[in-house]
C-alpha cells in the first residue's frame, strides 16, 4: 500500500514564480496584438519638412540657456535634429548590450515557459527598434555618433558580466530615460512626422520591455542582503550615468553647425533640461527606492546626474 508520505513530492512553486509567469503571459500576448512595424509603416522615401524638428525644442540641451536664445529657428531644428540622430545612434549600442544580457539570461531557460518567450519577443523588438532609429538617423543628418572609448569599454564589461538585477536594472534605467524624452515629444505638431511615428511605436512597445525589466528585478531583489543592495544599487546608479553623460555626443553640435566647446558648456550648466531629466526621472526613482535599490550612495549619483 502506498502511503500519502510514499508519494512522490512535486517541486514547489513559490508564489513569485507563478505571479512571474502570468504577468509574461499577458506581455507576450500584448506583444503579438499591439505591436507595429516602422518598416512598412514609415514611408522612409518622403520628403522631410525643413521647418520640423528632431524633439520638442524644450527636450533640446540647449533650450533655456543664452546659447539657444542666439540662434536662428533654421539653426535650432538642425540642432534638435542632430541631438536626437545622437540619441538613437547611442540609443541603438546600449539596446544591442541588453539583447546580449537577455539572450544570455535565458540560455538555460525552459524554452516553453512564458518568461522564455516575452524575452526572445523583446529580443525581435529590439532588433527592430535598433533598424528604425538607423533609418531615421540617416534620412535626418546622414550620420550616427558612437560613444567614447571609456563608455564602450565599460559597456562591453557590463553587457559580458551583468546578471540578474545588475543586467535588468541597467536595461529598466536605459529605457527608462530614452522613453522619457521621446514622451516628451509626442503629439507635437513642431516635430518631424517620422520622429512621431518612431516615438509612438517605440514608446508603446517598450512600456511592455520596462514591466518585464521591474518584475525581474522585483524577482532578483527578493530576499537580498544589505551588501548585495548596496552593491547592485551603486553599480546601477553608475550605469545610469554613462548613458545620461552619453546619449547627446559633442559631435553632434559640430555637426549642426555649432560652436562646440560653447555648447558642450552650455548643456552641462543648463538648469532647464536638468529639471526636465529630474521630472522624468521620478517614476524610476520612486521604483528603485520600492526594491531598495535607491541607497544613499546610489542617490548621490543620480543627484549628480539631475535624475534626483
Known sequence: MTTMDDRPVAPATSTLDVGMEAITRRLADSSVLASRNAMTEIDWNAPLDPTKHGCSPEWSTLYGTDYWDELTEEQRVTLTRH?????????????MALQKMVIRDQRSSPVQSEEFRFAMTEVADECRHSLMFALAAQK???T????????????????????????????????????????????????LPMIQTINEIHVLEESRHMRFAREQVREAMDGAGRLRRETSAVLIALGAELIICSLVRPQAFTDAGLDRRRAVAAMIGNDHHHRMVRSGSVHLMQFLDEVGLLTPRAARIYARNHML
Open 83 to 95: 541631438e536626437f540622430a545622437s540619441t538613437m545612434t547611442i540609443g541603438i549600442w546600449f539596446e
Open 140 to 142: 535626418m543628418v546622414g
Open 144 to 191: 550616427s555618433y558612437r560613444p567614447g572609448p571609456r563608455v564602450a569599454t565599460l559597456g562591453r564589461f557590463f553587457m559580458n558580466t551583468a546578471g540578474g538585477e545588475l543586467a535588468y536594472g541597467g536595461i529598466l534605467v536605459a529605457e527608462e530615460i530614452l522613453d522619457v524624452m521621446q514622451r516628451g515629444s509626442l503629439g507635437d505638431p513642431r516635430v
